[in-house]
């Protein structure tokens, strides 16, 4: 029967406990989908190989590498594969059409990368074809494209129109992959090069190494840039993981103030809920006094005062939850060329139930003590 | 044979800012087992606090209080609130019903606490309600209830754990005349039939006149008759 007092109690305020829940479903939704912001912006360093290193030029990004360190690089102990890539930074029709698009070495780039899951008859077609280009599934919806289809790339970085045919869709392996990427063969990007800038020919952005084992990778990218040292083009070898932390490092400042807003809603809404009780059991104090006095310790008051608390705030998690799917897809589509994976995670609905759990035992605390260190006299409202 | 409530030398006070309120002072009492007792007394006379120290609601500052042979003043806080629940019934000025229960359910909150079965429970609560006549409002919330049919209800609970004694305090306050006198008869009912010591606090002399004994408080202390300052006694 405590139990069914205890859910009557959460609703005999209808207008209160329902702006209250919406306030906590408000509160929820916007603390699911900042830490979804969150974790996009972390889904390359996610999604990224032990396995994987990458290498390039020690000054920055934006200088080359010799095409001829393949080789050296694949001689390395430990090295068991070598590719090559260069970021390509075409625009397709208008710039606010922006998405990843690189040359890579088709064959050892796809060797390297088994998360891009390619049905095996496109892969040869792509692997043919020397325009051919291979797109994500998500990148392919967005732009209505289907194999076969002519795609034209101007080029940023690598002047001119740049013609492509599209031979192959991927999908990712999980939900944590990228499919708005755009690869194309790396050749045809060198040879075109060699006939209209032959100075830019053989160059390389960075190369991608894949390892025999993640244990090694500190000797391995030793041993790499010790290769290099004292040439005209020093290397920096990294881990994927790194190397993608370190886009991310530059929005720092950025994601922590994301951070910092999610947190600040939950302690918001924790004082919304907890004045939400607070008035609850100030109104209902004589009750409590009558329970105190027919013999209910302050065990049971708490229960029905937490009881009652954590019922509305799991209504409203429970809502928030329901919402952020809906919420965080449109919000996908929305801006989804900033955020290539944007999927709610199963550790974002968790930290919203444990911020739950703590809302709705924050908001009870105050009102508990209150209820059962009031003497029975006061509560019961005589003394005379 | 030895009274059920034995109250020696009993003084209370509170404390208001930096002054100390002296509400009952040394005073001593004893309650016969199924006596029905009225306790009258103008506002501030300590009638209500008396009331709550013999329910064990309060702690006095020195004295004590003897229910059946148990010091009640000697008990902790836990204790204290057991024995309340094993041995005391309360019926307020105004009901102090739960509005989200049933009167079923009212009657019911009692027995949560002792080792019943849900099915020993309602046949104590359907037997409680039967007494004060309304069995058949059981399913009723306070709400769809007269002031009267509260009273009742609320009386059902506090005799639904069959308690050694009943404190009422201005049980006919909040009520007319007829249902004032039908609470009065239960009251009265439980006293000489069933035989609960019942403590009543009245300002009403016609409801005092229901009890088999009246007794008088003027500042704290026990009078014989009722004083000069206190006429609507006389």
């Known amino acids: 029967m405590l139990l069914k007092l205890l859910f009557r109690n959460a609703f005999r305020h209808r207008l209160r406990t329902a702006l209250t829940v919406c306030g906590i479903c408000v509160a929820i939704l916007s603390f699911g989908l900042l830490r979804t912001v969150v974790s996009a912006w972390y889904a390359g360093v996610d999604a990224s190989s032990a396995t994987r290193l990458v290498t390039r030029n020690a000054i920055s990004l934006v200088f080359p590498l010799p095409l001829s360190y393949k080789e050296k690089i694949r001689g390395v102990e430990g090295v068991k594969l070598v590719s090559l890539g260069n970021w390509f930074g075409g625009i397709y029709i208008e710039e606010k059409n922006f998405f990843a698009n690189f040359a890579v070495d088709s064959k050892t780039y796809l060797d390297l990368y088994p998360e891009f899951v390619i049905p095996a008859d496109q892969k040869l077609s792509f692997f043919k074809e020397r325009k051919g280009c291979v797109v994500g599934r998500k990148l392919a919806k967005r732009f209505g494209w289907k194999i076969g289809d002519a795609i034209v790339l101007r080029g940023t970085i690598f002047p001119g129109n740049w013609e492509f045919v599209l031979r192959a869709i991927y999908r990712g392996r999980d939900k944590t992959i990228d499919e708005n990427q755009f690869f194309f063969h790396w050749d045809y990007l060198n040879e075109t090069m060699k006939k209209i800038q032959p100075r830019r020919a053989d160059q390389v952005g960075f190369y991608m190494v894949g390892m025999a084992s993640p244990d090694i990778t500190a000797e391995t990218t030793e041993s790499i840039d010790k290769l290099f040292k004292n040439s005209f083009a020093e290397t920096l070898t990294e881990t994927e993981k790194v190397f993608q932390m370190g886009f991310i490092s530059l929005s720092q400042t950025i994601l922590t103030v994301i951070q910092l807003v999610s947190m600040v809603v939950i302690v918001i809404i924790m004082a919304v809920a907890a004045n939400t009780m607070a008035m609850s059991v100030r109104e209902r104090m004589s009750e409590y006094a009558v329970f105190k006095t027919l013999g209910f310790g302050g065990g049971y008051l708490a229960f029905l005062i937490l009881g009652e608390s954590m019922v509305i705030t799991a209504l409203g998690c429970g809502m928030g939850i329901l919402l952020t799917y809906p919420a965080a897809d449109a919000f996908a589509r929305a801006v989804g060329e900033f955020f290539p994976v944007f999927n709610v995670a199963k550790e974002t609905i968790y930290l919203d139930i444990a911020a739950s759990v703590i809302i709705g035992v924050v908001a009870a605390v105050f009102p508990i003590w209150r209820a059962v260190s009031v003497p029975i006299a006061s509560g019961l409202g005589r003394i005379g | ?234």
């Open chain 2, 1 to 234: 044979m030895a009274p059920v409530i034995e109250i020696k030398d009993l003084t209370k006070s509170y404390r208001r800012g930096s002054q100390s309120i002296v509400v009952l002072e040394n005073l001593s009492l004893d309650i016969e087992e199924s006596e029905f007792l009225a306790l009258m007394g103008p506002s501030g006379s300590g009638k209500s606090t008396l009331l709550n120290l013999i329910a064990g609601l309060d702690k006095a500052d020195s004295g004590s209080i003897r229910v059946r042979g148990t010091d009640i003043s000697s008990l902790s806080e836990n204790g204290l609130a057991k024995w309340r629940a094993e041995n005391v019934g309360f019926i307020f000025q105004f009901y102090n019903l739960i509005p989200v229960l049933t009167a079923f359910e009212n009657v019911e909150l009692p027995l949560i606490l002792t080792n019943l079965s849900r099915k020993e429970r309602k046949e104590h609560v359907t037997t409680a309600l039967r007494l004060v006549n309304l069995e058949d409002r059981m399913e009723h919330y306070p709400r769809q209830l007269s002031g009267g049919q509260q009273q009742r209800v609320a009386i059902a609970r506090a005799v639904v754990t069959d308690p050694t004694i009943l404190v009422a305090d201005e049980p006919t306050g909040d009520l007319d005349r007829r249902s004032a006198e039908e609470v009065l008869g239960l009251m009265e009912k439980l006293s000489s039939v069933i035989g609960k010591t019942v403590v009543m606090v009245t300002h009403d002399p016609r409801a005092a006149k229901k009890a088999g004994n009246i007794k008088y408080l003027e500042k704290g202390v026990l009078a014989n008759a009722p004083q000069a300052s206190f006429p609507e006694c006389i």
